[in-house]
């Protein structure tokens, strides 16, 4: 549990480094701690060290530890189907994989039911990777424009990615970029409904290039709790 600590540290020191390579701070980056497989007593101690905001890729597992875990903002950062949504629309603060718009139709309709706008981000797959999900950089707008008129109970904040994994991270940073560029022409429209905060980039492995590229969010799980050992997960999803 101490690593955890120590761990969390070492990151924000590394975001902090990274950040000002672009002439920001570490405090202009939102840490979101990725905490698929960790119980909620190793999710406290991160909390307890710091940490705001929590991720999980399924929502089994924000349903199953949600009431162990102490206050904090909860982000559903996995792929999700709308079958779930209903499970989790009074929980999450943030949902980061938007990649249809049947899901934003559902996510409307479920916090329409809650009296609630959900806030959400736009998942774009850069380099149309069969294996990911998102849209494609040309897909972006469409979805993003469907969204705005057919859903008044979401509010975009946003855009996220996961760059194809790379030795060098740095070679995956032509896709950070592109994503970045796209980030920023939607951040100039003007619309009640777009509100755009968040550029969710970067994970373990590549969340500093990520930062350098522009990233103002970074989802970092194993750099914080340690490898993970799935054959010791009780939690499925």
Same mark, same amino acid.
């Given at each position: ?39 909620? !007593? ?13 991720? !999980? ?29 209903? *499970? ?10 938007? @990649? ?27 380099? @149309? ?26 509010? %975009? ?13 740095? @070679? ?10 796209? *980030?920023? !022409?939607?951040?100039? %429209? ?39 050992? *799935? ?7």
């Amino acid at each position: 549990m101490e690593d955890i600590k120590g761990n969390l540290s070492v990151v924000y020191q590394r975001m902090d480094r990274a950040a000002q390579q672009c002439g920001k701070t570490g405090e202009d980056v939102l840490l979101v701690a990725v905490s698929k497989t960790r119980t909620p !007593e190793e999710i406290n101690v991160a909390i307890d060290a710091g940490v705001t905001d929590i991720g !999980e890729n399924k929502v089994q597992e924000i349903m199953d530890k949600y009431e162990a875990v102490k206050p904090v903002k909860w982000h559903m950062i996995g792929h999700l189907q709308t079958n779930k949504v209903k *499970y989790i629309i009074d929980k999450v603060a943030l949902i980061h994989s938007v @990649d249809s718009l049947k899901l934003a139709k559902e996510i409307n309709k479920r916090a329409g039911a809650h009296g609630i706008t959900m806030d959400i981000l736009v998942q774009i797959n850069p380099a @149309d990777e069969e294996s990911k999900f998102g849209v494609s950089l040309g897909e972006t707008k469409q979805l993003i424009g469907d969204i705005l008129e057919q859903c008044e109970n979401v509010r %975009i904040r946003g855009l996220m990615s996961v760059a194809p994994i790379a030795e060098d991270p740095r @070679d995956v940073k032509v896709y950070f970029d592109k994503v970045k560029e796209q *980030y920023d !022409e939607f951040s100039r %429209i003007d619309h009640p409904n777009l509100d755009f905060q968040y550029l969710s980039m970067g994970m373990s492995h590549d969340f500093e290039v990520a930062i350098e590229a522009g990233s103002n969010l970074v989802r970092v799980g194993s750099a914080i709790f340690g490898e993970r050992d *799935y054959s010791k997960a009780q939690i499925g999803g």
